[in-house]
């Protein structure tokens, strides 16, 4: 097997990463990638939400549940839970117990 080369790889540990505070009680932090893409890690505290409707384009938007609970309209996601949102769609996540999310959106 080849071994990967070293300036193709990245690694970053999430909470190294200087989170961007986008509202009260919500933060994100944008993964280094390549390419067409944004990687990122959503953050929202217990009883917070995300200050504005998240509105997506063609590609739409996808995020993992790491911990906590994301709240999207009237349904509860938990850890482990894929979240994906189709072309045109838009959102506003909150969470009543605190919540971390890792997701991409294609660009």
Known sequence: MDEPVPDLL????IDAVA???VG???RLRMLPVDGPVE???AEIDAG???PEVDQ???FGESYWVVSGEMIEGDRRFGPGTYVAFGPHTSHRPRSDIGARAV???LL
């Not at 990245?10 to 540990?13: D, F, K, S, Y």
């Open 48 to 50: 917070c939400e995300w």
């Open 39 to 41: 990687a990122w890690v």
């Open 19 to 21: 989170p961007v505070e």
């Open 103 to 105: 997701g991409f959106n």
């Open 10 to 13: 990245r690694a970053v540990a």
């Open 56 to 58: 997506h384009d063609a």
């Open 24 to 26: 009260p009680g919500c």
